[in-house]
C-alpha cells in the first residue's frame, strides 16, 4: 500500500512572506545553494528516525559517493 503523498509549497502557506519564514525548513532547503550541503547534527538525525518511524517523513534515500 502506498502512503498517501504530502506536499508542500511557500505558495500555498497562509505565512508567507511574514517572519514565520525565517525559521521554516522549507525555507532553509529551498534557500541554500544547490552544492550547500545540509548537515544536521546526532540530535537531529535522532528526531528525523523518530519522524521516519512515525511515517511523517519519507526514508532518507542519500547515499554517499565517497568511499
Excluded: H, N, W
Amino acid at each position: 500500500m502506498t502512503a498517501p503523498s504530502f506536499t508542500i509549497s511557500c505558495d500555498d502557506c497562509s505565512l508567507q512572506g511574514t517572519d514565520a519564514c525565517d525559521g521554516c525548513v522549507v525555507s532553509y532547503l529551498l534557500d541554500r545553494e544547490p552544492e550547500d550541503a545540509v548537515v544536521i547534527d546526532a540530535d537531529e538525525a535522532r528526531a528525523m528516525r523518530m519522524l521516519e518511524k512515525a511515517g511523517l517523513v519519507p526514508t532518507l534515500r542519500f547515499e554517499d559517493r565517497a568511499g
